[in-house]
C-alpha cells in the first residue's frame, strides 16, 4: 500500500493521477489519511503541493484527510491540523483491515445460524417422517 503512495499528487486538479483519485476516494470514504498516518506523506515526489487554485500552501495533510467539509485549507496547512479538524492520526491499513474483519465475523456468524436451522429442520423433518411411518402400518 505505501508504494501506491509513491505518486500521490493531491489535491492540484491538472496534475492529479489516477493513483491520486483512489488515494482520495479511499481516504474519503473510510475517513482515514495515509497506510499508517498522514506522516506517509512525508518525502513523496509529489507532496507537498506549493500551490493551490493559485494560492501558495504549506500543507501537512491532503484537505481529503480533512473531518467534515472543507471551507479553506487550514484544516490540513501544517500547525493547523489537528486529531479534532483532521483524520491524520488514523491509518486506512486498519481502518480498511477492521472494517472487512467485522464483516467477516458477521457472516461468519450468520452461516452458522442458518446452519444451525438447516439442521433443527431436518431433525423435525426426520421426526416427523419417522411418526408418519410408524402410525401407517
Known amino acids: 500500500m505505501l508504494d501506491s503512495l509513491e505518486k500521490y499528487h493531491g489535491v492540484d486538479i491538472h496534475t492529479v493521477n489516477s493513483a491520486s483519485r483512489r488515494w482520495d476516494r479511499i481516504m474519503a470514504y473510510f475517513e482515514c489519511c495515509g497506510v499508517n498516518s498522514y506522516k506517509d506523506f512525508r518525502g513523496l515526489e509529489y507532496w507537498p503541493p506549493t500551490k493551490i487554485r493559485g494560492r501558495t500552501v504549506i500543507l501537512q495533510t491532503p484537505i481529503v484527510c480533512c473531518k467534515g467539509p472543507v471551507n479553506d485549507l487550514t484544516c490540513a496547512s501544517k500547525g493547523r491540523a489537528h486529531p479534532r479538524n483532521n483524520n491524520m492520526i488514523k491509518g486506512c491499513y486498519n481502518v480498511i483491515f477492521n472494517k472487512f ?17 438447516s439442521v433443527v429442520l431436518f431433525c423435525c423433518s426426520w421426526i416427523l417422517c419417522y411418526m408418519s411411518r410408524r402410525n401407517s402400518y
Open 101 to 117: 474483519f467485522y464483516n467477516r465475523m458477521t457472516v461468519g456468524l450468520i452461516v452458522l445460524l442458518i446452519m444451525f436451522q
